[in-house]
């Protein structure tokens, strides 16, 4: 195996894997709250390319790169942040306290809702669009034989600073503290006089807006958007989730990278073909050695 492509593929995979994660916190931190698996979530993704495409399309000409890039994010965490609040308040909070089936049938019924709205729509619709991303992003830079491009980096930074910055709202805000509790018990939560409703529209609001973030670049890296285009990253964030730990930040983190890695190293060196039977073959394997995850911690549940 020729060492400057192996590090080559592991860092387009760190790449890729970065964009799991961010979108894999947002199924994590849902499920941490409500435990509420949300297979909408990779549709917020696809809300967020969307978003991106439109900003980028809008300071063509028009603004700096660095505008450009601020407004697509900025744009899409707002849009993605409020299509999740609507969604839990309309669709999730009357069957809070339902059979978990309902709210799992409710979730799927959700994301078919959102990829054909999208379809309908006359600002997306059915055809695929291809992103413009500013000149400024098109190059590549070269260190020691290896090739990454600017939109390689810019995922990398970005993606590093959002969880940097969840990392730290969640351990050291008011909030943040109020979030973990109603995690660990709902009803003590309130009893603490926590407005549960409350938090739990802003762990939606903060997931979707890290899964919007994560639409945009995915639409920079792999520049042609559609309504279905949510799809197969969703249910690879998800693979995440649950290979991290299912319920952990840092487990959905070191999950992403892990499926990232894992698929562009199967591209690379065995085919692409398989890439996506091994990114759910991770799963299996998971699920039957360590059902909880690498990070996950197995509990017991009455009936």
Known sequence: MDLLLFLQQLLNGISLGSV?????IGYTMVYGIVKLINFAHG?????????????FTWAQGTASPGLAIAFAFAL??????????????????PLRNAPRINALITAIGVSIVLENGARVLPF??????????PEAL???LQFSGLTIS??????LATSIALMLVLTLFVQYTRTGKAMRAVSHDQQAALLMGISVDRIVSITFAVGAALGGAGGVLFAMNFPMIDP??????GLKAFVAAVFGGIG??????????????????????ISTKLADAVSFGILIVILLVRPAGILGKATREKV
């Open 20 to 24: 799991y994660a961010l979108v894999a």
């Open 43 to 55: 549709d917020i993704l696809m809300i967020g390319a969307y978003c991106g495409y439109y900003a």
């Open 76 to 93: 899409a965490m707002g849009i993605s942040a409020l299509t999740g609040v609507v969604v839990e308040k309309t669709c999730y909070r």
């Open 124 to 133: 997306m619709g059915p055809n695929p669009r291809q992103v413009r991303i």
């Open 138 to 140: 098109t190059g590549v």
């Open 150 to 155: 600017k939109v390689q980096v810019l995922t």
């Open 228 to 233: 279905y285009m949510g799809i197969m990253p």
């Open 248 to 269: 952990s930040i840092p487990g959905a983190m070191l999950g992403g990278l892990v499926m990232g890695v894992a698929e562009t190293l199967t591209k690379g060196f």
